[in-house]
């Protein structure tokens, strides 16, 4: 059973530009959730995805958004970049209707200059 | 609107001593409490969960009980090593408008335990 997966590892980008970030999920798991962990806080939510289709949100502009795929993986994508966006980003895999543990990959650092 | 409030760190203890990192929520309803690890370079692992009033979550010598009369479920270990190491976060599980299931996140606690 293979864990969940993010690509790219560490990413640098400019301030204004566009990044797209990937995730697969757990073997098994059908709900992707996004997280932004700013360096020395917790994580916050960004958006769930199941079925294709967003699930909730949390306080993010639209510029965050997102896909899922049939495999259930998933895509993050932020548009015109600024300074702020720079974190981690956590996905998180698990499965609909279960008592609601969450499985994460190891993260993408972005860093925007 | 639901939180989670951590102790401060970071927390320095030697080898074998006895750790507790509190945590303390805020939440209409019932939800599910976790405790994730995130070693360093690394992304986040669930350490335990309760999901229910009294349960005690353990795993790894760790253990958290869920208290309904304090809003606590404090992380406690008996003996810690330099590998407990760590980020520890406290989380509760929250629906929103949609009825769809999030975490919501204290802020960490940073523990080094020392030779």
């Known amino acids: 059973e293979t864990g969940v997966t993010q690509s790219p590892t560490h990413l640098i980008k400019t301030r204004g530009q566009q990044v797209t970030l990937r995730c697969s999920s757990q073997s098994g798991h059908n709900t992707v959730s996004w997280y932004q962990q700013a360096l020395g806080q917790g994580p916050q939510f960004i958006f769930q995805?199941?079925?294709?289709?967003?699930?909730g949100r949390g306080n993010f502009p639209p510029r965050f958004s997102g896909l899922q795929f049939p495999n259930y993986s998933s895509e993050l994508n932020v548009n015109a970049l600024e300074l702020d966006d720079s974190a981690l980003y956590l996905c998180?895999?698990?499965?609909?209707?279960?008592?609601?543990?969450?499985?994460f990959g190891p993260g993408t650092r972005l860093t925007v200059l | 609107g639901n939180s989670v409030t951590q102790m401060e760190g970071p927390v320095t203890l030697s080898e074998e001593a006895f750790l507790t990192i509190n945590c303390t929520y805020t939440a209409t309803g019932y939800p599910s409490l976790f405790w994730y690890v995130q070693y360093p370079g690394e992304g986040l692992q669930l350490l335990l969960k309760?999901?229910?009033a009294d349960d005690k979550g353990s795993n790894k010598g760790f253990e958290a009980t869920y208290r309904k009369e304090t809003t606590s479920f404090h992380l406690e270990k008996g003996s810690v090593q330099v590998s407990d190491s760590a980020v520890y976060f406290c989380?509760?599980?929250?629906?929103?408008?949609?009825?769809?299931?999030?975490?919501?996140w204290g802020l960490g606690t940073s523990l080094a335990v020392n030779p």
């Open positions: 989380a509760l599980s929250d629906r929103d408008a949609g009825n769809n299931r999030k975490l919501i």
């Open positions: 998180a895999s698990s499965v609909s209707g279960s008592t609601d543990t969450q499985y």
């Open positions: 995805y199941y079925r294709e289709e967003e699930n």
């Open positions: 309760a999901t229910k």
